[in-house]
């Protein structure tokens, strides 16, 4: 519907060739482009690095008016602001720390009969707080002169999304004052939940959708346990010392101090790597990233979350994972950072039981605005199933990540391209079908029976406790509580410990069960809900003759 030729085509070329200096289109761009001059809503996901810039970029410059581009990083719009004016597109950024002089000439100009600008980026603070940036969109409206709002990273807007933003709620009013003004949305992550949420919070109804796949088939993925922290650090090490001499990557840590130990630590044995992380100042920021830029000085970055959006270095051959992403899209961006240049990458999550009571502690204990009780859930539950992805033995990774953004990708595939594929899928284990029903719904009763049918609590269970009790520990505390007297005690002896794990991960994460922090509760009732035909996978390793997989399906 978009590809073919409009009244404004010749004019469009001619910018995309001329000012942007670009010859071929990326996918979805040109109709994106085509749709947005048009004059429709267009909400555009693409992977980062896909090419959403210049879906509004180029729409902006043809464009009578001034686009208002809404995003959430004060160093994603610098960096915008410096590429277009490099390519001679006037433009501006209404930031909150440019000075009131230079805000004021800003203004002036774009009260201007005929303002220069063609694009101004603003942070949802500012829209959100600043009466005199209200004051000037309602007069460039008035004058027919607001041309486009544009909202980068638009899933911030939404609560299920894995960066929520409060400043970003407000946004939906945007439609509703300036009626009639185009919206253009961009994200590089949603998933059906996330997209009908966002258009739902912009109170956007007749978008034109542009969705382009999420696979990275360059990508190659893989879950390690992690053990200590001190041993995961050995282990890295050992991958970088074997694999990749010499070669960029990027570690996630867990917090500030996780990023410097690590970076510490390899740096000990000669290995290029520094830490980057929110306490870190501007300045020494801004250093790191330079060296970030060069390979020679920086080649392994030690890092939070912090360190993501807007950063775009295109030959990161790894992305290790030495502490669990928050939610699977987080993972999904944050691995994606590696083989932006097309070239094979490996990405390797460690992940471990003890960080995800680490993490949950956290998310319970944060006493801010936004967390409320829901969206605490939310972010708990977004861990969760995390660490069955982790646990997950069984199903090709690739399939679990893309069908997480509702897309369908068949293992089979995996299979054939084979250099690029997953650790399960590459996994020489034979899978057999166990069937759990029974298992489960003695498991559930046995939580109900410990912990009190749901009402107050008896007394506190634990995961690894009900995992002793079903496995026949003798620990003198299963045996001085006398759980060894319980019906189910010894019932799973035949599984080992990580599959019986794996099986009460996915009743926590199914609901059957729930989980506090540590502390195990069955949902009401939730026995009835179980239901024969509930199989589990076990994966039985011809060298041990011993199951080592499990996989719930419900
Ligand atoms: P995203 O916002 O989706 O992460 P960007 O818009 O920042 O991605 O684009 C990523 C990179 O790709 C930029 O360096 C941009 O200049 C480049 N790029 C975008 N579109 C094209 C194209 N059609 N041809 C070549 N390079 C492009």
Sequence with gaps: EFVKDFPHTKSMLDVFHSVFGLKKFRHNQREAVNAALEGYDCFVLMPTGGGKSLCYQLPAVLDQGVTFVVSPLRSLILDQKQKLLSLGVACTALTGDITKSEADEIYRELYKHVPGYKIVYITPEKIKHSEQLERLLKSLYDRNLLSRFVIDEAHCVSEYGHDFRPDYLNLGQLHVKYRNVKFILLTATATPRVKKDILHQMKITNAKLFIQSFNRSNLIYECRPKGTTDNALKKILTLIQADYKNQCG????????????????????KIKALAYHAGLNDSKRAQVQNQW????????????????????????RYVIHLSMPKSIEGYYQESGRAGRDGAMSFCYLFYGYQDLVKMKRLIMSEVTMTSTKEAKKIRIDNLHRVYSYCLNNADCRRTLLLEYFGEAFSSQECKRIKATTCDNCRSVLKTKTLDCTQLSIDI????????????????????????DILRGSKNKNIIEAKYDQLASYNSCSHMNKIDVERLLSKLILEGYLYQDIVVLQAHDSAVAYIRPGQRAHIVTNPAFQKSIKIELTI
């Excluded at 996630?252 to 630590?265: D, H, L, V």
């Excluded at 559930?444 to 995992?467: A, C, D, F, M, Y």
């Design 293 to 316: 830029a060069n390979d020679d000085t920086c080649q392994v970055i030690c890092a939070t979350i912090a360190f993501g959006m807007g950063i775009d270095k295109p030959n990161v």
């Design 250 to 269: 990027i570690i996630y840590c867990f917090s500030r101090n996780e990023c410097e130990k690590t970076a510490n630590y390899l740096a000990s044995y």
């Design 444 to 467: 559930v009763k046995l939580v109900t029976q410990l912990v009190g049918e749901g009402k107050k609590s008896r007394q506190n269970i634990t995961l690894n406790q009900i995992i």
